[in-house]
């Protein structure tokens, strides 16, 4: 039916440009007086232009004046076989089988050429039953959950030389052709994990999510140089974009988001209850692997949990937690936010970010960043001329709370302060009062002891001059010096030590 329409408007076509020559001709028939038995122009009969079958059709030189279905009829009889290259369907056009076909054919080059690279054949890996690899299997089995070391120990054993050997393979391949489009690496990655995961359909979903996830840090570790912020996409210019933005947009309140803030009475001045959900999401920079960038966002949304909860004695809503993240985004201005987020997406596990707490605060903070983006005034409760007039910096939000807060905060402490001097004052003239004692009593003792010290020498001096005078009486010299000297021991003990003062 097709043909046949195309014949039609064919047909038409033709029977007009005959009409339009016959009438030249006539028209030059008749200007012409010199020329009475000759026609100018090119005659061409209706006759000639229909199919010489006579099947009321037009027909075509290429077909040797027959019409196409003719030509058919005439090429292949009605007894012998047709063959239908035509596929037998609902209608669908040829060209989308065309295209799915081409798909296909582009999938399957795909897969056999990364088949090659790790195994070395177009075929999958076969399954060994040796007992080599029953050990390894086994090994995989008593891994324990977040021993990365231990993985990396298991890979390298020898039943594992085969898998360790495609990781050391796709490495290499990577490295090598890390100048084609970030898509395309990205498609690489993910067949691999799916390759790799293929030598566990035995284990438990959990088991295999945990080999899948050190794998997974394992090789993005030693692609992250070739992979992240790639120059065959326009990550970079993004992030300047979005840098921009968030920075232009820092005079954006709490109450504008209605983030429900804690009480301010329990803030002080210098501290802000989201200081550690600020680090976290600024350390996801830093981070290499996919999984660890998301457990950044894990421990910073985690953190914004806290302080809502904190702030109104219950757990915090979903609408709640996305105010809180958005605030939170604005205040740190994450490095590479967007190359961060596209690399983890491009190159992390899916399970990741399909299911899980993981992928649930993931899904926010791209719902953050795309709010942001299309930030405007009625969104923050603002007319779209305050809301042009901060972002042009020609005014600012008007923070009278939070300076009354500040100057009542700065006066309580100024006040503490004072009453904290003072006693200081206090105990230091106190502690003067009382070294002044304490000084004065040593004075004292000192003369009391060196006066009793004179009289003590002067009667040892009169006793030595009389054991001169009188040798008979030197026994008994001898025992009144030994009583004297021992007096003298009992004074100087006496005054020894000063009595104890208050000091």
Known sequence: MKDRHLERKGSHFLTLFWVKITRCGRTVRQSSTMWTDKQRGIRVSKEELLCKNACGFYGNPAWQGFCSKCWRDRAHPAGAPRQDIRPSNDGTPLTFFKFEEKKNIEKGRRI?????????????????????????????QSLEPGDFPGFLKILRSPPSQRLHSQCKAFLKTMEAYHDIPVQKQS???????????????????????????????????????????????????????????I????????????????DENDISVTSDPFLPAITAIIEMDAKRAPQDKLACVFKCSQHVFKVLSSSNGEPADADGFLSGLIYVVLKANPPRLHSNMQYVIRFGLPHSLMAGESGYYFTNLSCAVAFIEKLDGPALKLSPEE?????????????????????????HLLEELNGRQEKVDQG??????????????????????????VVVQKKITAQGELSHLSPSSSHNASQQGEHEEQSVLELTAENAGPTDTDC
């Not at 230091?428 to 010290?453: P, R, T």
């Open 247 to 262: 920075r232009s947009l820092n005079w954006v309140t709490p109450q504008m988001l209605s983030v429900p803030f804690p």
């Open 112 to 140: 056999s050429t990364m088949r090659r690279l790790f195994w070395g054949s177009p075929s999958p890996p076969k399954q060994d039953t040796s007992e080599s690899h029953t050990n390894m299997l086994k090994a995989y």
């Open 428 to 453: 230091i003239d106190a502690l003067s009062v009382q070294l002044q004692k304490w000084v004065q009593s040593v004075h004292s003792q000192l003369d009391d002891a060196e006066a009793q010290f």
């Open 187 to 245: 498609d690489h990655v993910q067949d691999f994990y799916q390759s790799f995961a293929e030598h566990f359909d035995g284990f438990p979903d959990p088991q295999i999510t945990q080999i899948m996830e050190h794998l997974e840090k394992l090789i993005m570790t030693q692609l992250h140089k070739w992979v992240f912020c790639h120059d065959s996409c326009d990550d970079e210019q993004k992030d300047l974009i979005l840098q921009r933005r």
């Open 387 to 411: 809301f042009e007039g901060y972002m042009m910096r020609q005014s600012a939000p008007y923070a009278g709370n939070r300076r009354q807060r500040v100057a009542s905060d700065t006066q």
